[in-house]
């Protein structure tokens, strides 16, 4: 359109403006609003190249409906026919073959087909132009002036683009041209342009962002932009400065066809690229956060539309979907493609939310949903009761509750996952009522006092039994603030067992005592079921059990349930029995009769006790009992059992025990110690052990200090350890003789403390050497001095050493080294020469050098030795080499310097060793 056609529709003619401004919408609600203009997007390219958006037939039937009937020697536009010529295929548009008699629906559908431009485009083109689509009395030209193609400000219209085929044939295709050759045209998508608001420059312009091809087409077409004048009388006229066609443009489709930005056509739609469902309201879209919630919505909106993902950016995005949406000034709850109305402020708080939340919808979604009628806040569906209170829903076990609480059992019916977004809380209770969760494992009751807290057993007992079922998360949620209770309940002021019958008041004393009750308010117990009270003997049993116990003397006797008749008349005490769970008079002390000397084993801990008639002793060493002959074999007893057995005595930690003396646990016999002092050696403690225990142990022998182990190794005992001996040599030296000792057991033997080797006893002259060491010693009176078998060789003794322990070694009394065979014995020096002892006489032992080489011996340590024969200053080496000795050193000498009659002596190297040669 050019803009004198806009000077021609808004100046000259009243009429004409009347004509440009007529499809006034029928009703205010289908009004296009002025607030949704968007002048840098007027129409989507989607919408706008869309050539197949209308079939001829539907643009009959538009044009039908827009006319009801032509002012007689008028031809209207629904009513045109006109003959055509074939338009061959160029680069803008297809092939349009020639027609004798095409209607005016007909030839907008073929062009918009060949020229991909949208059926609608030419519609509202036609309207704003000439009112063709409305107007009862058209003139020719009109018909000839369609579309305003070709009709210059300044000059006539171009007869060869006459008539009402030409005109709708080239304005297609000029649209076509604009979007091909955008850089040729003043208006360019997808930047910014100055877009004038009238011909009259001084009317100024503004900068728009002209988002699509479509809208920059329609700007080059008629290049002028509506003011503010003319968008605020949207269906009338502005000022001055106002300029109509592309408003009209706008309005026009936006009456007719809806957003002309957008391609939806549905209430519900997601892009071609993502899943991303929105609803669909107004010229807002919000998303849905899941695919449940679009099914609530769908069974009443209908099918999910897919639209280019263009149309989904053009519109505005709103917040989320939930089920909560607002319509004049009421807030409804969605579920199933029904609204439910809530009936006021406080319901709506009720349910967690304020009378802001939720989407406010347009009267398209409202009419669209099913009229649920008024919000109940009890919800049902299937056989699940649920009421809403506090943001929260509640499960309903039995119907009943709402009546005995004083509620209304009217309610709204939903689907399964209605209530999903609520958090779950405490089922719905009454005081009397209760409810389990689904799998049977844990229940709640409602007292007057406060929950109480059922475990799977308690819930089976007859009393509890009639609960309804709800979710677990419920009763989980409601476990958290009630009550447990106890098998065995203890108030402050009575003792109570649950039953079947409910809460049986009991003694404390006929089930063992305080050890066995668990503490809750009384104010609790009182709330529950009673089943009265029992204070002397009766009979327990647990459910579905063949055993009934009979309940006396502080402990529970087991007896078959088909003698309970029989004991209840020889006792004289009624015969009903009071049933409780499995495992609820556990720990109660158990009736048993159990030999003395039994041995036990606890089921749960794993200790063991040793039975006797007075008192149970904790065996912490089973070797102990093995050691006394006592049972080593344990039969498992349970809690109760171990409950019912005699008060506990002192534990079995030592082979120290006590019967009618203190002794030593050893050989499967108690051995006795042959004096205080003995026992005192030992450093034990001694448990006493009752009469019956000490009668089935046998006595053994007495100890002393000295023992022997199993493998026969000897020990002194003394300051509670033990000190390995090495032979009986050194027993007897100690006084000990080997009659005396005693064998015992390794076990309490090695309890005590290893001492150091008592220091062993070797006969003098013995030549002994440790394990693995190198060093000999000979034994001088119980001292070692240390040398070489070659000395003791010398001295007359075996060269031989006797292998002995390092400690042996290490414990015994060490003496001075013999380097070489020098002695003195009682002051006088000898020299072991070939086995025997050679005497020195005095000038001569000075001769040898320091007396310091002459190494004290004891006369028991020579009386052993051979002797004979007087030491000279003449030796004699084992080479045969002859040395004369004077003043520690020694001068090789020959034969012939020996004086007549001189003994020379044979002496070995170690002598030798200390004489250095001149």
């Not at 209207?76 to 160029?90: E, I, V």
């Not at 968008?231 to 006229?237: D, K, P, R, T």
């Not at 006592?630 to 025990?657: H, K, W, Y």
Request: negative net charge; contains cysteine.
């Amino acid at each position: 359109m050019r803009w004198s056609r806009s000077i021609v529709a808004a100046l000259l003619s009243a009429v004409l403006v009347v004509g440009l401004l007529v499809a006034q919408p029928a009703s205010e609600a289908e009004a296009a609003n002025s607030s949704d203009f968007n002048p840098g997007n007027i129409v989507s390219d989607e919408q706008f190249f869309d050539g197949d958006a209308m079939s001829a037939s539907q643009i009959q039937a538009f044009l039908d409906s827009q006319l009801q009937a032509c002012q007689s020697g008028y031809t209207c536009l629904k009513d045109y026919r006109q003959s055509t010529p074939r338009m061959s295929a160029d680069k803008y548009c297809d092939d349009v073959p020639g027609a004798s008699s095409r209607t005016a629906a007909q030839i907008i559908a073929v062009v918009a087909a060949a020229c991909d431009v949208s059926p609608k485009v030419m519609l509202v083109l036609l309207q704003k132009e000439q009112s063709l689509v409305t107007l009862s009395a058209p003139s020719p030209v009109r018909f000839e002036r369609a579309t305003g193609f070709a009709c210059p400000d300044t000059a006539p219209c171009d007869s060869s683009y006459g008539g009402f085929f030409y005109q709708i044939y080239y304005a297609a295709r000029q649209f076509q041209r604009y979007a091909a050759h955008p850089g040729s045209y003043q208006h360019q998508a997808d930047r910014t342009n100055r877009v004038l608001y009238h011909p009259n420059a001084a009317c100024g312009t503004s900068d728009v962002f002209i988002r699509n091809q479509a809208t920059a087409g329609l700007y080059n077409y008629t290049p002028y932009q509506p003011n503010a004048a003319a968008l605020a009388n949207l269906y009338g006229a502005g000022d001055a400065c106002s300029a109509y066609g592309n408003r009209n443009f706008w309005r026009m489709w936006t009456d007719w066809f809806g957003s002309p930005t957008s391609a939806i056509s549905s209430l519900l739609v997601r892009g071609t690229s993502s899943s991303t469902v929105y609803l669909v309201n107004g010229s807002w879209l919000h998303p849905f956060p899941n695919a449940a919630l679009v099914g609530e919505y769908q069974s009443r909106l209908g099918p999910v539309q897919v639209v280019p993902d263009a149309a989904i950016r053009e519109m505005t995005i709103g917040q989320g979907v939930t089920r909560w949406i607002r319509f004049d000034g009421s807030s409804y709850f969605v579920d199933d493609g029904k609204r439910y109305h809530f009936r006021s402020a406080e319901q709506v708080h009720e349910w967690g939310h304020t009378t802001s939340y939720g989407i406010n919808v347009n009267a398209e979604l409202y009419d669209a949903l099913v009229n649920g009628g008024w919000l109940r806040d009890v919800v049902r569906w299937g056989s699940e009761w649920w009421i809403v209170r506090d943001g929260m829903r509640q499960p309903i076990s039995d119907p009943a509750i709402l009546k005995a609480l004083g509620l209304s059992d009217e309610r709204s019916w939903m689907s399964a996952n209605a209530l999903d977004e609520f958090g779950i809380g405490d089922p719905l209770l009454a005081n009397g009522y209760g409810a389990i969760n689904y799998s049977g494992t844990d229940a709640v009751y409602q007292t007057s006092a406060g929950l109480v807290y059922l475990d799977r057993q308690q819930v089976e007992l007859g009393v509890f039994d009639d609960f309804g079922a709800v979710t677990w998360v419920a009763v989980e949620h409601a476990r958290q603030r009630a009550t447990a209770l106890p098998n065995r309940v203890w108030d402050g002021r009575d003792a109570w067992v649950v039953t079947d019958r409910g809460m049986l008041r009991v003694t404390k004393t006929m089930f063992g005592g305080d050890a066995f009750f668990g503490a809750i308010p009384r104010t609790i117990v009182l709330g529950l079921p009673s089943a009265g009270a029992v204070t002397g003997e009766h009979f327990q049993a647990e459910l579905g059990a063949s055993t009934v116990w009979w309940m006396h003397d502080g402990k529970r006797e087991s007896i078959p349930a088909h003698s309970v008749a029989t004991v209840a008349a020889r006792e004289g005490i009624p015969s009903t029995v009071h049933r409780g769970v499995d495992g609820y008079l556990s720990w109660i002390p158990e009736h048993s009769s159990f030999s003395p000397g039994t041995l036990l084993r606890d089921a749960i801990s794993g200790q063991l006790v040793l039975t006797s008639a007075s008192s149970t002793l904790r065996v912490d060493d089973a070797r102990v009992l093995q050691q006394l002959g006592l049972d080593t074999t344990p039969t498992t007893i349970s809690r109760s059992v171990r409950n019912g057995l005699p008060p506990q005595a002192e534990a079995f930690d030592d082979f120290g025990v006590r019967c009618a003396a203190p002794g030593l646990a050893s050989d499967r016999r108690l051995m006795s110690f042959a004096s205080a002092a003995v026992q005192a050696d030992w450093g034990m403690t001694f448990e006493q052990l009752p009469s019956d225990i000490c009668r089935l142990i046998s006595t053994g022998p007495a100890l002393d200090q000295a023992v022997a182990d199993s493998s026969g190794n000897l020990w002194l005992v003394g300051d509670g350890t033990r000190a390995p001996i090495d032979s009986s040599r050194t027993l007897r030296d100690l006084g000990i003789e080997q009659s005396a000792v005693v064998r015992v057991n390794g076990d309490p033997l090695y309890t005590l403390a290893r001492a150091p080797m008592v220091p062993p006893y070797y006969y003098t002259g013995t030549l002994v050497r440790g394990w693995g060491l190198s060093q000999a010693y000979l034994v001088d009176q119980g001292r070692l001095m240390a040398t070489t078998g070659a000395v003791a060789e010398e001295l007359g003794f075996d060269d031989r050493p006797m292998g002995v322990s390092v400690d042996a070694i290490q414990v015994s009394t060490h003496g001075s080294e013999l380097p070489a065979p020098l002695i003195r014995c009682n002051g006088r020096e000898y020299a072991g020469v070939d086995g025997r002892l050679v005497a020195f006489p005095w000038r001569v032992a000075l001769e040898f050098g320091d007396p310091t080489d002459f190494v004290d011996v004891s006369s028991t340590f020579c009386g052993k030795l051979a002797k004979g024969g007087w030491m000279s200053q003449y030796v004699r080496d084992t080479s045969n080499v002859i040395w004369f000795v004077d003043d520690g050193a020694r001068t090789r000498i020959s034969a012939a310097s020996v004086p007549t009659g001189q003994q020379v002596h044979v002496v070995g190297d170690a002598i030798l060793a200390l004489l250095p040669t001149r």
